[in-house]
């Protein structure tokens, strides 16, 4: 039954949404849709990927991973293709890391490598969102306001990252699943650990991931704002700055499938204390939904290019290296 509650609630979510604005008005907005901001935002989400994939072969180098940019690129675009059907915002994470598991053969590592990809693009934009929230119109969400949301999300952040890079308690942990039925993930454990640890001596490179994570929050921004012309919309590029990082954040609470419908309801209630109408609203963040699937559809091409082996995507069953 949990299985199903994620599609239940973006359905109620998307069917509450619709219920309250025209569909028909909707569909006015996207068919005056001017397809040259479209285009280059597509081409810049694009471009946002790669830097994202330069970020992943920065964070390769701590856990003595070498693997061609390019490889890497085809892997990260094949995550953004899965990441269209798999029913969390990082299903396509665990496609990179069995991808990259398959081709060097450690993955421990390369499954820590794509998580802290992850982590510290998480990282950037909690202090985006943080930021943000300071200047954002006064909204409520989940029953809190965006400011109170973004600092407690960011303090679940940090202490979340304390308590994985802890000798100690990873030492409690040991001992807790050494006795059985747990005592059979003890290497596992121990491999994830041992591949965390080489980022607390890696500085430089956790510092260079991190800028380049704002640069592609940036990216992010730029697109909206195209869609943004795309639609004859105008709105100030300070706005947009200031709404989508929390829109970003919000998509990534696990209370849908994908964020979806999240998104949505926050472009309308963001957007709409500037005095964009609901319909537009909408429109604009359903235009964003149709960037990152256009965007995505070369991970198709690259996921087809790949080795037949690596295209079995089932049957992992360790995650230790040797």
Known sequence: MTRWLKPLVTLALYALVFYWTDASAIAGELGRVKLEPLAVGVLLYMAGQAVSS???????RPVRLDVPYLK??????????????????????AVKAVLLARETGAPARATMSVFMERNIGLCALLIVAIGAAELAPR????????????WLLAAGYAAANIVLMSP?????ADRVIAAPPLARLRHRADSLYQAIMPYKSAPGRILAAVGLSFIFQGIVIAVVFLNARALALDVPLPAVA??????????MVPASVNG???????????????GVPVETALSLALLYLA????????????????????RELTGERTA???
């Open 242 to 251: 200031v709404f989508v990082p929390l829109v970003s954040l919000a998509g």
């Open 260 to 274: 979806l419908g999240v998104r949505e309801a926050l472009y309308i209630l963001l957007f709409g204390r500037i």
């Open 139 to 150: 909204v409520e969400l989940f029953g809190m306001s965006l400011r109170v949301l973004t």
């Open 72 to 93: 890497i690129l085809a892997f990260y675009f094949t995550g953004m293709f899965f990441n269209l059907f798999l029913p969390t915002i990082v299903g396509g994470d």
């Open 320 to 322: 230790t290296d040797s």
């Open 54 to 60: 330069w970020k992943w072969l920065i964070l390769l």
């Open 168 to 172: 100690l308690v990873y030492r409690i």
């Open 291 to 310: 960037v990152t699937f256009l965007a995505s559809l070369p991970g198709e091409l690259a996921y087809l290019m790949q080795p037949a082996r690596a």
